[in-house]
């Protein structure tokens, strides 16, 4: 089954501490990307990766550090979180449609992940 | 960032009703998007638009890629119990390959 997955789901931690978000997609997507949801925000990206080893900053990039040295991975890691970064976090893949032209990769198909919840205390 | 205005922030409705949200920007988009986000989930496409003018069903939803170019709607006929969610709209330009997104609009059937 054609899919992204996260881990941990859930998360409670205390300020300071390093987490890792895993995220992991079987579709040989080129693009990925991590995103935070909040309420009356939608959906902010934070950092994004055309392909292997090529990472760069989204809109909120600040306290977040990702890396892509595989093509289906694309971890998300807060070396030290803050209450601040309390969020509902998903993780997307997308390039399994080929435009004309092909602007190398396609980002608009995106597969969303089912999301990880982060809380900061 | 860049965020689309999306329009209303949330709906509530009878069972059967027509629905409609629309999303506007101040620039031009190559692209228009739709996405819902059911409760616990993370967001699915329902349609993409790739041309100005263009008009795309998807069972009993309908999405139009405005002529201007900087709006979209998105239509929802006979709504059902399973419609509740929250609705996205995305747009993609020329500059760079990223996705902007609208805030949402969050579709509540009332009982």
């Known amino acids: 089954e054609a899919q992204v997955t996260q881990n941990p789901r859930y998360l409670i931690t205390v300020t300071g501490k390093k987490l890792t978000v895993t995220c992991s997609q079987n579709?040989?997507?080129?693009?990925m990307s991590w995103y935070r949801q909040d309420p009356g925000l939608g959906l902010r990206q934070i950092y994004y990766s055309m392909n292997v080893e090529v990472t760069d900053k989204g809109d909120v990039p600040e306290g977040y550090k990702v890396s892509r040295k595989e093509k289906r991975n694309f971890p998300l890691i807060l070396e030290s979180p803050s209450p601040n970064q309390t969020s509902l976090y998903f993780c997307?893949?997308?390039?399994?449609?080929?435009?004309?032209?092909?602007?190398?990769?396609?980002?608009?198909?995106?597969?969303f992940g089912p999301g990880t919840r982060l809380t900061v205390l | 960032g860049q965020q689309l205005n999306q329009s209303p922030q949330s709906m509530f409705i009878q069972e059967g009703e027509d629905v409609s949200m629309n999303c506007t920007s101040s620039?031009?988009?190559?692209?228009w998007l739709w996405y819902k986000q059911d409760p616990g989930e993370g967001p699915v496409l329902l349609i993409a638009?790739?041309?100005a003018g263009e008009l795309t069903s998807n069972g009993r939803l309908t999405a139009q890629f405005g002529i201007t170019r900087k709006d979209s709607f998105l239509n929802i006929s006979a709504s059902i119990p399973s419609d509740v969610g929250i609705y996205f709209c995305a747009g993609q330009g020329d500059s760079n390959y990223q996705l902007i997104w609208g805030a949402g609009t969050k579709l509540i059937i009332k009982p």
């Open positions: 620039s031009i988009f190559n692209t």
């Open positions: 579709m040989n997507h080129e693009y």
């Open positions: 997307a893949s997308g390039g399994d449609r080929k435009k004309q032209g092909a602007n190398p990769p396609d980002t608009d198909t995106q597969y």
């Open positions: 638009l790739y041309k």
